[in-house]
Structures are given as structure tokens and as C-alpha cells.
């Protein structure tokens, strides 16, 4: 599917030029201090915090990054902070690390999303590798999220009319039928099709169709 072409380019230019940042949430000093430096010596950045309320009260970034989260946080446990930030933050995994190997504790996590349970001490190159891991999921859903937004776009700019034409079309509805339900002539039909190739990029019948399937207005062909 050809979006890219509509504002995307731009876009993804934009973000490759930001560093990946990789969120740390831990009450003890010294693993902040150490992951901070491991984290800089793999060409990230990294965002340090000793509690989840302070991870709370920073802005989020666009751009590849993850979540270092200690299990036992002074003010609300790393599962509570999951449930919070999980929802809104799809594209940021977490890595949870902890100092109690806690058979329940990991299944919980697991189950809520998290790519990893480590439990300290752990080795440097392990953490890295999961890391790179995470930071390429996150790459994958803001390209995702990025491709969407320019459908969402370039939907935002067909006329009333236009929409009208594109919800037939792919329900696979032929112009005279389109111009029936719509009370409109069948080269009228085909003018206002015209525009909607034009307009969302499609370069055929099926890559609109996916395309409405990701607005949720057709199934997918």
C-alpha cells in the first residue's frame, strides 16, 4: 500500500532522528546510575526515575523506546504502573527487573503485557539484548501508528460526498449500484471514485479496501 507518499516520509524522517529513550523506573540509586551508563554506552537515552508517580509526570516522547520497571516502587508497585500506562503506551514495551524471583509476580506481568521478567543481578549483555528487542517492537507499532495516521488524513480530506462513494465501494458495490443508494447518476458515480483514488493514494480497488478496513469501514480484501 502506497500511504507514504501522502505525509509519511516526512514523518518517519522526523522520528528516526530521535534517539531511542529508555525509561527506568527504580528506587535504588545505584542501579539507576549503573543502567544509565549501560544504557548511554549503546547509543540510547536514558531517562532515570526513582518512582512511578515521577515516571508519571514526564512527557511522553515519539519516538523508539521502553520501560526498565522495578516490581516494588515506594509509592505504586510496577504491576499498578503497567495497568496505567500499558493502554495509552502501545508502543513502549516494558521489561520488568526485580530482586525476588517471584513465580506469581512474573506470570502477572506476562500476562499484562511485559516482554520480560529479569531478575537481578543480571547480566549486562542480557539486558541489552532484551532491550534492542523492545526498542525494535516499539520501532514496528509507531511506524504502524504512523501509516494509520495518514489514512486517518487523507480520509479527513475526502468532501462528505467522497466518503459516501468510498463506504459503497468496498463493500463491493459496482458505480450504478453506488449511484443508486446514493440517488446519484452513474458518471457522477465514477467522477467522485476518481477523487477518492486520487485523495487516499490507492493504487487499486484492493489497497483502498485495506485501506477502509483500517478506518473500520470495510472488511479487509
Known amino acids: 500500500m502506497d500511504v507514504a507518499s501522502c505525509k509519511n516520509e516526512a514523518r518517519s524522517s522526523s522520528m528516526s532522528q530521535v534517539p531511542p529513550v529508555v525509561f527506568v523506573v527504580d528506587d535504588d540509586i545505584s542501579v539507576r546510575e549503573s543502567l544509565e551508563l549501560l ?43 503497567q495497568k496505567l500506562v500499558s493502554p495509552e503506551r502501545t508502543h513502549m514495551p516494558i521489561i520488568f527487573v526485580t530482586g525476588f524471583g517471584d513465580v506469581p509476580t512474573t506470570v502477572a506481568a506476562m500476562k499484562a503485557g511485559a516482554i520480560e521478567v529479569l531478575t537481578k543481578p543480571f547480566r549486562d549483555d542480557v539486558l541489552l539484548a532484551v532491550v534492542e528487542q523492545a526498542l525494535e517492537r516499539s520501532r514496528t507499532a509507531l511506524a504502524l ?13 475526502l468532501s462528505r460526498r467522497e466518503r459516501e462513494v468510498l463506504t459503497l465501494v468496498v463493500t463491493g458495490l459496482m458505480n450504478k449500484q453506488v449511484g443508486f443508494e446514493l440517488g446519484i447518476s452513474e458518471i457522477t458515480v465514477k467522477a467522485h471514485r476518481g477523487q477518492v483514488m486520487r485523495k487516499m493514494r490507492a493504487k487499486s480497488l484492493a489497497d483502498l479496501i485495506n485501506m477502509a478496513a483500517k478506518l473500520g469501514l470495510g472488511p479487509a480484501g
Not at 511522553?60 to 520501560?67: D, E, F, I, M, R
Not at 501508528?145 to 480530506?157: F, K, M, N, P, R
Open 39 to 81: 544504557i548511554r554506552s549503546a547509543g540510547w537515552l536514558p531517562k532515570l526515575c526513582a518512582s512511578a508517580r515521577d515516571f508519571l509526570s514526564l512527557p511522553q516522547v515519539v519516538a523508539p523506546s521502553c520501560l526498565i520497571l522495578d516490581v516494588n516502587l515506594p509509592d505504586l508497585s510496577g504491576l499498578d504502573l
Open 145 to 157: 501508528g504512523s501509516e494509520l495516521q495518514v489514512i486517518q488524513d487523507c480520509h479527513a480530506s
